[in-house]
């Protein structure tokens, strides 16, 4: 069983940075994919990152390259997403969600565990 506690979201103005932390309660936390995902008001939702157990293998939603970077600490059982040149259509409620498999995922099916989500609102 995993627990997973998002934190660092909040209010940023467009253009802005911000990094969303998640740690994980649990053991093996190194053998878990771990990813973001993020909802907005009426949308779907949408695959932001992932990356592996070993941290040498991440993968980040095309539309998101160049400006989002998923990375983790398995020595502080935490995944992170350093967000840069935010844009108000980055406005989403953000969830970390982990799954024990060796393969980066991007269906949010197959995902077993999920934290609470953190709001991060971009203003314009």
């Known amino acids: 069983q995993v627990q997973l506690v998002e934190s660092g979201g909040g209010l940023v103005q467009a253009g802005g940075s911000l990094r969303l932390s998640c740690a994980a309660s649990g053991r093996s936390f190194s053998t878990y994919t771990m990813a973001w995902f993020r909802q907005a008001p009426g949308k779907e939702r949408e695959f932001v990152a992932a990356i592996r157990g070993s941290g040498f293998t991440t993968y980040t939603a095309d539309s998101l390259k160049g400006r989002f970077t998923i990375s983790r600490d398995n020595a502080k059982n935490t995944v992170y997403l350093q967000m840069s040149s935010l844009e108000p259509e980055d406005t989403a409620v953000y969830y970390c969600?982990?799954?024990?498999?060796?393969?980066?995922?991007?269906?949010?099916?197959?995902?077993?565990?999920w934290g609470q989500g953190t709001q991060v609102t971009v203003s314009s």
């Open positions: 969600a982990a799954v024990s498999s060796l393969v980066l995922v991007r269906n949010s099916k197959q995902y077993d565990y």
